[in-house]
């Protein structure tokens, strides 16, 4: 079975590595506009736009449906079994989504309601699993609670021009220099990284027949 | 400033690179043996005994005083400034304390604990600090809640089978093959892998004219 990562984010790469030893990269595009209001639905929805642009791209005449959390059809259009794993995630402050910065004054903005408060990340994920002719799309959300120490506007200063908030959700990465600055968790970590292995593989386990990955 | 690590594992020294982007490795063999009985305690005795090896090492007339969690003192035996880092892990379920396993039994024996239970893990961390002819002692203990999802006997013996468990704590380890049995933590994750670097990072905040990191 081919297992494609629908993500170009090494932080996802990474955290796939401990549940298969193989798999291949395939980045979605990604379209970012969403219809849906709630985080887990949005990351669900974000996620699952991108597993259906690489089913697209594997086998053209399937039209995946990504309007329903689980399907199933059957799909004669190719003959090669395979596995689609889409992710997005997004930080939540307070209520308000926190995407990635668009520059450093907006980083900061975002580091600042951050620092010594509570906030959630939310990871969606979207699999499309087409094996022995059936297809089935399941989709599932995880949320993560994360506290901050308080940060000193030197510190949000000096972060910032590390370079590593620009390209994430919530401008920090906890998995880097940002982790520095994050008192605890509660609930999964690997989920606020980019990707919740751990119910990922609760799902397999529950999947009949799933070759399950060691 | 000499900053060294105490340890030889790959793990903490990975989570110090994001606190310091140089520092050095010198493993203390570690004297295993404790007379302390709260998990907190046994740890910081532990890390602190690793410490004063490494500081008799660097300054043979140096004698460490570990019995106290803060000390200072006047040294005249180094013009170098330096700063040692140790820590000690240990996984506690319901009071008892499980170390590295014996055997494949033994980590078995511990896995059939976890699975499907919430487990604490406990890192002391002993620093010795000589700056400017002065010589601080810092000892501290972070307390990670984590919970496992359950595990089939299949899954343990192929846990077990992975090599993995055999040189942790616990017998498991959170941040490779064994993520995917951790359905959350409550507290710093970095802390059960095995250095609480955020943690260490606030108290180097609060030492009067460290050098912080950065």
Redesign the interface.
């Known amino acids: 079975m081919r297992v494609i990562l629908a993500s170009a984010s090494p932080r996802r790469k990474e ?1 796939l590595k ?2 298969f030893q193989n798999f291949e990269i395939i980045p979605a595009t990604g379209d970012e506009t969403y219809t849906k209001t709630h985080p887990p639905d949005i990351v669900q929805q974000l996620a699952a736009q991108k597993a259906a642009e690489i089913e697209q791209k594997l086998c053209g005449s399937c039209s995946a449906d990504t309007s329903i959390s689980t399907s199933s059809s059957t799909c004669t259009c190719t003959d090669q079994d395979y596995l689609i794993i889409a992710a997005d995630t997004i930080v939540v402050f307070d209520g308000t989504i926190l995407g990635k910065p668009h520059n450093k004054s907006h980083a900061a903005e975002m580091l600042h309601l951050l620092a010594g408060n509570v906030h959630q990340v939310y990871t969606g994920v979207a699999l499309i699993l087409f094996t022995q002719g059936r297809r089935q799309a399941i989709q599932f959300a995880e949320c ?1 609670h994360v506290r901050f ?1 308080p940060m000193t506007e030197a510190e949000i200063e ?1 972060y910032i021009e ?1 370079g590593e908030p620009m390209d994430k959700a919530g401008a920090y990465g ?1 998995q ?2 940002g ?12 989920n606020v990284v980019g990707l919740p ?2 119910k990922l ?2 799902v397999f386990k529950k999947i009949k027949d799933f070759p399950l990955p ?1």
Do not use: K, P
């Open positions: 955290l401990n549940l993560t120490y000096a590390s906890i880097g220099i982790g520095r600055f994050v008192q605890g968790v509660e609930g999964d970590y690997q292995a751990a593989y609760q060691f």
